[in-house]
């Protein structure tokens, strides 16, 4: 099974490398060397201090819940892939990034729970999502 | 304090339809624009400013081109700022700039929408993607309802904030709502309702949703001289301020809205604060958007909104702070999913003393006006407007 048909990302100049990585395993954030703000979303400019000094670091693809809610209907959104847990994940890098939580109950999702990275393939070679399922501690 | 031209609002008219599968959402505008020009007893060839938003969603665009040709509008100055549903409270705002810095006397604010009648749902359907932001967001059922939820659900997490205190804002809203005529919901609830209601995403509830109706609402704001030269009582602008607030490079907080900016700035330019107010707008696309903006605008603490909201706080005519006293976006009117316009509209009916004789605020001299445009859970615009009566 594959992302779809759930939407897919469009890849842009500057995210196309995110997307890319995901198919490697790799969860890559942006970081600034001029200010050390660590970010996400991806973009060419340091949203802290506008430096175009800016590179990509890979994240250890751990962190925890910082908030959720679970959808039990969206429309135009696969049946196989609900109830659907829409979440906010606190990477241990600090940036905070919207995803899903996979592989477990919905009931049993709560803030603060540990969790761990892992990515969707999809039906195009140079992107794959990453989602994020429970972690044991 | 310097002293500064004072603005008014001259003119307001809610449209009393709630679903218009008949009418354009041209017409529409055309109607309210005509219904609050009446109100202020001026007419379109008085109007030489025009202030109306997008709406890029499932509307056409380029809105005020448009629409001064259908109207047949001749205009100096035109403002077409976008914050969703916040939008129209921050054309109060930069009406009242533009007026001061004389540009225009008299400006015409329109909002309309059919979301009813063109099926459109504010809820849990998934955006097409467009912006960058959106493959990081849609592709994970980001949609309307889910960015409030996660809103919800921390702020429950951080202050134990209850779906029984959520609930205490509906009821207020439905005690209103019985006694406006035009509410598209005007049964009373009680919180055993609202927490009974279908969970639709955790934690929020059926009924912690505002409406989803068609219509819309406009404004006339004008100059000094232009409010003495007509009869209608008008309300003065006494104060504007907008924030944008969003996922901050990752460091996320779904705790405050941006009203926590906004309104301080309001504030301050009307030389006013939140114990000087007696009626208060506040958007409620959501119940949790009412509690965080009411701590946000300093009515309490942060993290108290919860049990200030008991008791029956923002129940008109006699709670210490009654709130959206024409049942509001949860059970009156949300026209175009987008409510801002009918939180200026009633507060102006309230400083008029034109509120329904059963929420009327005694000797209402001051009411603020608040819009969230966008979702709490991903970007919005806050916008606070405080009025005042005029003979204050
Ligand atoms: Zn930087």
């Not at chain 2, 024409?326 to 801002?340: F, Q, V």
Request: charged residues 25%.
């Amino acid at each position: 099974m594959t992302w779809e048909p759930r939407p897919l990302p469009k890849p842009t100049p500057e995210t196309e490398e995110f997307w890319r990585a995901a198919t490697e395993g790799k969860f890559l954030l942006s970081a600034c060397r001029e200010c050390g703000l660590t970010y996400h979303y991806p973009r060419a400019l340091c949203p802290d201090c506008f430096s175009d000094d800016v590179e990509w670091r890979e994240a250890e693809g751990t962190g925890e819940v910082y908030s959720y809610t679970v959808m039990r209907g969206v429309s135009g959104w696969p049946e196989s892939s609900l109830p659907l847990v829409y979440a906010h994940v606190e990477l241990d890098e600090g940036p905070r990034v919207i995803t899903n939580v996979v592989d477990c109950d919905p009931d049993e999702v709560e803030v603060g729970m540990p969790v761990e990275v892992r990515f969707e393939e999809t039906d195009r070679e140079d992107v794959a999502v990453p989602v994020f399922a429970p972690r044991e501690d | 304090m310097t002293a500064r031209e004072p603005v008014f609002v001259a003119g307001a008219f809610e449209h009393p339809t709630r679903e218009a599968p008949e009418k354009s959402t041209m017409q529409l505008h055309a109607e309210v624009a005509r219904g609050a020009l009446d109100d202020a007893g001026l007419t379109k060839d008085d109007v030489d400013a025009y202030f109306t938003a997008g709406m890029p969603w499932y509307e056409h665009g380029l809105t005020p081109l448009i629409m001064a040709d259908y109207m047949g509008l001749d205009v100096a100055y035109a403002d077409t700022t976008d914050y969703g549903g916040s939008s129209y409270v921050s054309h109060v705002g930069h009406a009242a700039s533009a007026i001061r810095d004389g540009k225009c006397d008299v400006a015409l604010v329109t909002l309309a929408g059919r979301p009813r009648s063109e099926s459109h749902t504010s809820g849990a359907s998934a955006s097409p993607l467009r912006t960058m932001q959106d493959s990081f967001e849609v592709i994970y059922g980001a949609s309307t309802l889910s960015k409030y939820a996660v809103a919800a659900q921390r702020h429950m997490h951080e202050f134990g904030t209850t779906s029984e205190q959520l609930a205490e804002i509906r009821v207020a809203a439905s005690e209103h709502a019985q006694h406006n005529e035009h509410a598209m919901y005007r049964d009373p609830v009680t919180v055993e309702d609202v927490v009974s209601s279908r969970m639709i995403a955790d934690p929020l509830h059926l009924l912690d949703c505002c409406v989803v109706s068609d219509g819309g609402g406009a404004l006339v704001v004008v100059s000094d001289d232009v409010r003495r030269a007509i009869e209608r009582e008008c309300v003065e602008v006494l104060g504007h301020g907008e924030a944008v607030k969003h996922l901050d490079a990752g460091r996320t907080d779904l705790t405050y809205t941006g009203a926590a900016d906004s309104g301080p700035r309001a504030f301050a330019e009307a030389g006013l604060g939140p114990e000087d107010v007696d009626y208060a707008s506040i958007y409620d696309s959501f119940t949790i958007t009412v509690l965080q903006t009411i701590e946000d605008l300093g009515f309490c603490a942060k993290g108290e909104g919860g049990s200030f909201v008991e008791g029956g706080t923002l129940q008109a005519p006699d709670g210490d702070l009654p709130f959206n006293t024409d049942g509001g976006g949860l059970c009156s009117n949300h026209p175009g999913n987008r409510g801002g316009m009918t939180k200026v509209i009633e507060a102006v009916r309230q400083l008029r003393g034109e509120a329904n004789a059963p929420v009327q605020v005694e000797d209402a001299q001051v009411a603020l006006a608040h819009g969230t445009g966008g979702s709490l859970g991903t970007r919005h615009g806050s916008v606070t407007a405080l009025l005042g009566r005029d003979d204050r």
